[in-house]
């Protein structure tokens, strides 16, 4: 593994790969939230008659920290057994968190929008994926006046259901906007152990984790990252100049 290594290409045998297309995660990397997820899980859980303080609320907490990163729905099949008692559960933690964001308790991380400004500046594509429903990624988008900074945003809906640590939503990135030739000509950024997993699974050249989120860098590197960061604002200095025109 490496950090920190200042380039603009990978070069696999005699074939060389420009990084056209970056895939960014949102919450925990381009978005900090404050501990929204665990206060909106909490309140879903008690919905749902998890009583607080219990230890099945503990052990289920604790699921859902090691678990950053995974479409949220897959996490509640996981805890609660039955589809029926996930897609509760589910509503809940979706209509919990809305509130908590429009009670204005989110914010871009520092450098975020400006390294996104710089991407797209470059000629590069940029698209901002999630764990969370499109209802949510919505309203988070809204609260920062994001709506329009990315090229394309995606939640595990808008990639056939399947959230990370699958391939599905990079790979939706790849098809959907046609910005590179080559799947290795993708990068992937996260916060979580499942971001690395989903970019290295979708056959990314670059797949970056950085340390502004919920895992640290021996669970970074040890799901395949390939650099580790300090936050994305480190970004543009990794992947340096890009030329917006394909190689010959």
């Known amino acids: 593994m490496a950090d920190n290594t200042t380039t603009n290409t990978t070069t696999t045998n005699t074939t060389t ?22 206060r ?10 998890v009583e607080p303080g219990s230890a099945d609320h503990a052990e289920k907490l604790q699921y859902v920290r090691d678990t950053m990163g995974e479409s949220k729905i897959s996490v509640f099949r996981h805890l609660f057994g039955s589809e029926e008692l996930a897609r509760r559960a589910n509503v809940a933690f979706e209509e919990a968190y809305g509130a908590l964001v429009d009670g204005g308790l989110v914010a ?10 710089t991407l797209r500046g470059q000629g590069r594509t940029v698209v901002l994926t999630t764990g969370f429903a499109r209802v949510t990624q919505d309203a988070i988008l809204a609260a920062l006046g994001w709506q329009d900074l990315a090229d394309l945003t995606l939640c595990p809906a808008d990639a056939g259901g399947r959230g990370r640590p699958y391939p599905d939503m990079v790979l939706a990135a790849f ?10 000509e993708a990068v992937v950024v996260g916060d979580t152990a499942y971001d690395m997993l989903s970019g290295c699974r979708a ?3 670059i797949v970056a984790g950085v340390l502004t989120g919920a895992h640290d860098r021996a669970a970074l590197t040890a799901h395949g990252a ?14 340096g100049p890009f030329d917006p025109e394909p190689a010959a």
């Not at 909106?40 to 008659?49: D, P, V, Y």
């Not at 390939?226 to 992947?239: D, F, K, M, Q, R």
């Open 17 to 38: 790969f420009r990084h056209g297309l970056v895939v960014l995660d949102m919450a925990g990397t381009t978005v900090a939230d404050g501990g929204l997820v665990e």
């Open 40 to 49: 909106a899980f909490e309140r879903a859980a008690e919905h749902l008659g």
């Open 108 to 117: 871009p991380l520092p450098g975020a929008r400006e390294t996104i400004d």
């Open 175 to 184: 098809l959907r906007t046609g910005a590179v030739a080559d799947v290795r």
């Open 203 to 205: 056959g990314a050249g």
């Open 226 to 239: 390939t650099h580790v960061l300090g936050s994305i604002a480190e970004l543009p200095a990794l992947l």
